[in-house]
T-cell receptor, first 117, second 113 residues
């Protein structure tokens, strides 16, 4: 089974609108972390936001917020007031504590977001 | 700039040649990770170091691949006898320690002809 599922291969959004990128995950580890990264065409993975499995509140970082629904195992990224520079690939990733110190990230297949002027 | 750096950014080689990539992590980050990303996919874990010790290698890392981090600072990833299937983006990431965010470099794009 896929550990990270991103069901939206591509999305087109009008500039200044809000957008939600979906991510569901699968783990039996009670302690885990969820990340979102942005990858522009240049290739670099840019860290956006982090949510720990024990965090009581949803994470927020500027225009980014993470809609964390633990029971549903979803961690959707919300970008408010989208900008042209938000056009990129977006990856959801998970870190599981059970990997005996190896904090490798498991990534989804990504969503390509295009902002339309 | 104190971010993760990788060199070269692009590499084109012929099948059968050896290639070596370098990663310089953020200063004082003791954990360093290598990932591989093929077209249309998310990055996949290859190997990781805590200081100079290589602690785990993925099954993706065949015996043609070797990684080192000799002084616990920069790391190298060498691919011997390259194959066309090795064509990918090779990403390096570093983190300060346990449960810290991984920060990625710009990657090295490898094309094997």
């Amino acid at each position: 089974a896929q550990k990270i599922t991103q069901t939206q291969p591509g999305m087109f959004v009008q500039e200044k609108e809000a957008v939600t990128l979906d991510c569901t995950y699968d783990t039996s580890d009670p302690s885990y972390g969820l990340f979102w990264y942005k990858q522009p065409s240049s290739g670099e993975m840019i860290f956006l936001i982090y949510q720990g499995s024990y965090d009581q509140q949803n994470a927020t970082e500027g225009r980014y917020s993470l809609n964390f629904q633990k029971a549903r195992k979803s961690a959707n990224l919300v970008i408010s007031a989208s900008q042209l520079g938000d056009s990129a690939m977006y990856f959801c990733a998970m870190r599981e504590r059970a990997n005996f110190g190896n904090e490798k990230l498991t990534f989804g297949t990504g969503t390509r977001l295009t902002i339309i002027p | 700039d104190t971010g993760v750096s990788q060199d070269p950014r692009h590499k084109i080689t012929k099948r059968g040649q050896n290639v070596t990539f370098r990663c310089d992590p953020i200063s004082e980050h003791n954990r360093l990770y290598w990932y591989r990303q093929t077209l249309g996919q998310g990055p996949e874990f290859l190997t990781y170091f805590q200081n100079e010790a290589q602690l785990e290698k993925s099954r993706l890392l065949s015996d043609r691949f070797s990684a080192e981090r000799p002084k616990g600072s920069f790391s190298t990833l060498e691919i011997q006898r390259t194959e066309q299937g090795d064509s990918a983006m090779y990403l390096c990431a570093s983190s300060l320690g346990l449960e810290e965010t991984q920060y990625f470099g710009p990657g090295t794009r490898l094309l094997v002809l």
